[in-house]
C-alpha cells in the first residue's frame, strides 16, 4: 500500500456545485495532514490543515477518519477559480511530510 | 517580498552537465527541503536541513546529488554529471521553529535536461 493515495482525477465538476475528494494514508502513526493546492506550473500551497474534530475555512471542509485512515476535502459552490490540483498531505513524523500525488479538479463554466 | 525564493527559475542544460540551484528560505526559518516533482507526481522528498545539518537524505538522491546549507540560511542542490531523468521541477521549502509541520516553498526550478 502506498504512503498517500489519491484519486488522480480529473473531476469534472460544473460552476456551483460541490465536490469532495478523499485520501488514504498507510501509517496510522501520522500525527498531522493537510490540503495544498497547486495551480499549473506552480508551487504548491498550504490549503488547510486538517484536525481530529474536523474543520472548515468558508467553502472548503476538511474531515480526518484515524479509524479509516483518510482525509476528505469537500468543497462548496464551487468557483471557477477553484480548478487545481489538490495534493494530500500527511505528516508521519516530525521532520517529514509525504505527499500524494494529487487530485486535479476543473470547475466547468 | 519575505517568502522562499529559488535561483533561477528555469535551467536547460546538456547532458553530462553540471548544475546548481540556489533556495533562500524564509528568513527565520531553521528547516529547509528540497523536493522533486515531475508531470503528474506530487513532490517527492530528496533532502532537508535543520540549520547547518542535513539530516536525512532520500534514495532518490544519488551520489550525482548533493546538497549544501553552510551557514544555516541559503541552500544548494547540486547535480553533476546530469542525465535527462533528472528533468523535473525542484522545488525548495521551509519551516519554522514553532511550526516544523507547515511547509513553505519557493516557486521552484524547472530544469530540462537535453
Known amino acids: 500500500r502506498k504512503e498517500v493515495e489519491q484519486d488522480p482525477g480529473p473531476f469534472n465538476v460544473p460552476e456551483g456545485a460541490t465536490v469532495a475528494f478523499n485520501c488514504t494514508y498507510s501509517?496510522?502513526?501520522?500525527?498531522?495532514f493537510f490540503w495544498y493546492r497547486q495551480d499549473c506550473r506552480k508551487e504548491p500551497k498550504l490549503l488547510m490543515s486538517?484536525?481530529?474534530s474536523g474543520n472548515e475555512d468558508g467553502r472548503f471542509t476538511a474531515q480526518l477518519n484515524r479509524a479509516s485512515q483518510y482525509i476528505s476535502l469537500l468543497i462548496r459552490d464551487s468557483k471557477l477559480s477553484d480548478s487545481a490540483t489538490y495534493l494530500c498531505?500527511?505528516?508521519?513524523?516530525?521532520?517529514?511530510?509525504?505527499f500524494g500525488k494529487g487530485t486535479r479538479l476543473h470547475i466547468l463554466p | 517580498d519575505t517568502g522562499v525564493s529559488q535561483d533561477p527559475r528555469h535551467k536547460i542544460t546538456k547532458r553530462g552537465q553540471n548544475v546548481t540551484f540556489r533556495c533562500d528560505p524564509i528568513?527565520?526559518?531553521?528547516?529547509l527541503y528540497w523536493y522533486r516533482q515531475t508531470l503528474g507526481q506530487g513532490p517527492e522528498f530528496l533532502t532537508y536541513?535543520?540549520?547547518?545539518?542535513?539530516?536525512?537524505k532520500s534514495r532518490l538522491l544519488s551520489d550525482r546529488f548533493s546538497a549544501e546549507r553552510p551557514k544555516g540560511s541559503f541552500s544548494t542542490l547540486e547535480i553533476q554529471r546530469t542525465e535527462q531523468g533528472d528533468s523535473a521541477m525542484y522545488l525548495c521549502?521551509?519551516?519554522?521553529?514553532?511550526?516544523?509541520?507547515?511547509?513553505?516553498f519557493g516557486p521552484g526550478t524547472r530544469l530540462l535536461v537535453l
Open positions: 536541513f535543520q540549520n547547518e545539518a542535513q539530516l536525512e
Open positions: 521549502a521551509s519551516s519554522s521553529r514553532t511550526r516544523q509541520e507547515t511547509q513553505y
Open positions: 528568513s527565520e526559518h531553521n528547516r
Open positions: 498531505v500527511v505528516n508521519p513524523r516530525d521532520d517529514k511530510i509525504i
Open positions: 486538517v484536525y481530529s
Open positions: 501509517n496510522s502513526a501520522s500525527q498531522s
